[in-house]
């Protein structure tokens, strides 16, 4: 609880200074201002260049695209088509009426599915890999070239495999964000100090006990670029793959919007889907942020 300080505390409390009452009372520093003002001006800090950068982008796209003859629609003709996708991300007036943020959210459950399987498979067979020299030269090559595959190459395989649109987009987020997974933590299992090791066989522990207090705190941040990267193939590999599946994820909602000509509807889209991306990607990395600071202070 912060104490308010007044003009007669200051009287009791200065008897005899001869500086005047205003005088103190002016030199009493803000707790609030004291205490937040560094993080203030490092939010204002951090916040201010992009809106700058964004309000150029716009303002420049603005005069590019003002004239009715433009192909692509400006800034403000954009907030005039699709202002409701803006203001009302999540009404409801139909089975495929529906606002962009529950389109997203469709998409992000299939995501979770897909990634999450793929985070769990990929750390393990990176633990595999990186703990074998041979099966690191034998199966990097394979990764390096089955990573370089694009999502939709995948999709007609998955559709052949499962019959189902459902499975079909889950397996190709799988497939498509695995490859960063295991590379990378086999790269940090591959990196553990030989130190580590050595402190390991002294104190005799087991295998479970290895894996838990020395490889995972020591690859935990290989582990975790690789889920970064993993996550935003996931993202990408979703809007794809709902374009050719259909369904109401935001993928189909832009192929949807393309083949009506309501181009404005799409550049709404991409802006959600740019801001979802970014937030998945910023909280994967203050995930590992937090789990390698932790495996560092054990």
């Not at 793929?118 to 067979?125: C, E, F, Y």
């Not at 479970?208 to 975790?224: L, R, T």
């Not at 993993?230 to 793959?241: E, K, T």
């Not at 083949?259 to 990607?281: E, W």
């Amino acid at each position: 609880m912060t104490m308010q300080i007044t003009k007669n505390d200051l009287v009791d409390a200065t008897t005899g200074d001869n500086r005047s009452i205003d005088e103190l009372y002016a030199r009493r520093r803000i707790p609030l201002i004291e205490r937040h003002g560094a993080r203030i001006r490092a939010l204002f800090g951090a916040m201010l260049p992009p809106i700058i950068v964004l309000a150029i982008l716009l303002g420049l796209w603005q005069l590019i695209c003002i004239k009715p003859s433009s192909s692509l629609p400006s800034p403000a003709r954009i907030w005039s088509e699709a202002n409701d996708l803006i203001l009302h991300p999540f009404f409801i007036a139909g089975p495929q009426d529906i606002g962009l943020g529950w389109r997203v959210l469709t998409s992000l459950q299939r995501v979770a599915i897909g990634f999450g399987l793929a985070s769990v498979a990929g750390v393990l067979l990176g633990v595999i890999v990186g703990q074998s020299r041979w099966a690191m030269r034998g199966l990097d090559p394979l990764f390096q070239i089955l990573r370089t595959v694009p999502p939709l190459a995948w999709l007609p395989i998955s559709l052949a495999a499962f019959r189902d649109s459902y499975p079909s987009a889950i397996f190709v987020i799988f497939i498509t964000s695995i490859w960063p997974i295991i590379i990378n933590t086999a790269v940090g299992v591959r990196n553990i100090p030989q130190d580590y090791r050595n402190v390991a066989a002294v104190l005799r522990l087991n295998q479970f006990e290895f894996f838990w207090k020395i490889m995972i705190p020591s690859a935990a941040p290989y582990i975790f670029t690789g889920l970064r990267i993993g996550v935003g193939l996931s993202w990408l590999a979703i809007v794809a793959a709902e374009m050719l599946t259909g369904g109401v994820g935001i993928g189909f909602f832009i192929w949807d919007a393309w083949n009506s000509s309501r181009l404005s509807d799409i550049f709404v889209a991409l802006a959600y889907i740019g801001v979802t991306g970014f937030v998945l990607d910023r909280i994967v990395a203050a995930i590992g942020s937090i789990a390698t600071r932790g495996a560092q202070a054990s």
